[in-house]
């Protein structure tokens, strides 16, 4: 049976709070496909969202079914095309399918799959984690048009940090990826002129900052570089060890991404 991962189940509510909870959810597509002969093993690929998730079920599910798991996180993209040309088993990707990706995958089923919480990590050495921030500073960031770390607007949402001139290095996902396709539909709830501009994708012309490949890729570019902003699921902030923001929620209160949140997004779905 063929499987594959897309999607979130009330897409505009979720993204609504994306980045507070943050919640993304991904989802299961399953076709009619042939079943591959060795039934022992599943094989999968796309979203590096859930790929720590599936890390976790991995040695469980063999020890409890016997079945092996591979999975390749190659992002959204990517598990969208491996799964259309039934290349695997199943398929991950925080963005549903299109019109035309549904047609083109053969019969396949979305399913909801997994609810976790993007993070908005960034690496500024000496201060503390959970520093404040908001929607359209983030996509101020994004658009190239606040560059410094003591710009006047995120200053005044940081009252008594003591905030560096350093300069802000955005990082963005270079491949198609789901996780790219959250974030960028929270910037178009928060930025008028961002939903005018690159708009929301699995992929957009970026205007500022540089680019990295998987959620791995874009952490990996924050470590290394004093003063970097990205965006990824918070398992890999956590791994990595990098700092995320607290941010603004629509109450007026900066939320921080995690259990608690992502809980409560749940119950409203």
Request: positive net charge.
């Given at each position: 049976m063929k499987a594959f991962v897309t999607g979130r189940k009330r897409l505009a509510a979720a993204v609504s709070i994306a980045l507070v909870s943050a919640s993304a959810i991904a989802a299961v597509t399953v076709s009619g496909a042939q079943a591959r002969p060795q039934a022992d093993e599943l094989k999968g690929a796309g979203s590096t969202f859930v790929a720590p998730l599936i890390g976790a079920w991995q040695q469980k599910y063999d020890t409890a079914r016997g079945v092996k798991i591979s999975y390749n996180p190659i992002g959204s993209g990517g598990g969208i095309q491996a799964i259309s040309t039934k290349s695997v088993d199943f398929g991950a990707s925080d963005a549903p399918l299109t019109p035309d990706q549904f047609n083109n995958c053969g019969g396949c089923v979305q399913l909801p799959w997994a609810l976790s919480a993007t993070s908005v990590m960034y690496n500024l050495p000496g201060l503390p984690n959970n520093l404040h921030i908001t929607g359209p500073i983030i996509a101020?960031?994004?658009?190239?048009?606040?560059?410094?770390?003591?710009?006047?607007?995120?200053?005044?949402?940081?009252?008594?940090?003591?905030?560096?001139?350093?300069?802000?290095?955005?990082?963005?996902?270079?491949?198609?990826?789901?996780?790219?396709?959250?974030?960028?539909?929270?910037?178009?709830?928060?930025?008028?002129?961002?939903?005018?501009?690159?708009?929301?994708?699995?992929?957009?012309?970026?205007?500022?900052?540089?680019?990295?490949?998987?959620?791995?890729?874009?952490?990996?570019?924050?470590?290394?570089?004093?003063?970097?902003?990205?965006?990824?699921?918070?398992?890999?902030?956590?791994?990595?060890?990098?700092?995320?923001?607290?941010?603004?929620?629509?109450?007026?209160?900066?939320?921080?991404?995690?259990?608690?949140?992502?809980?409560a997004d749940a119950a409203g779905i």
């Open positions: 101020g960031i994004y658009l190239g048009q606040i560059k410094k770390w003591n710009d006047p607007k995120i200053k005044a949402v940081n009252k008594g940090v003591n905030l560096p001139s350093t300069d802000i290095t955005p990082v963005y996902r270079s491949d198609s990826s789901g996780t790219t396709y959250n974030f960028t539909t929270y910037l178009n709830t928060v930025s008028k002129q961002w939903k005018s501009g690159p708009g929301r994708g699995t992929s957009v012309n970026w205007p500022a900052g540089v680019g990295a490949r998987g959620s791995s890729g874009v952490s990996g570019v924050i470590s290394r570089t004093p003063g970097a902003v990205g965006y990824a699921d918070i398992a890999y902030a956590l791994k990595n060890h990098l700092k995320f923001f607290s941010v603004q929620n629509r109450a007026k209160k900066f939320a921080r991404p995690g259990l608690a949140g992502i809980r």
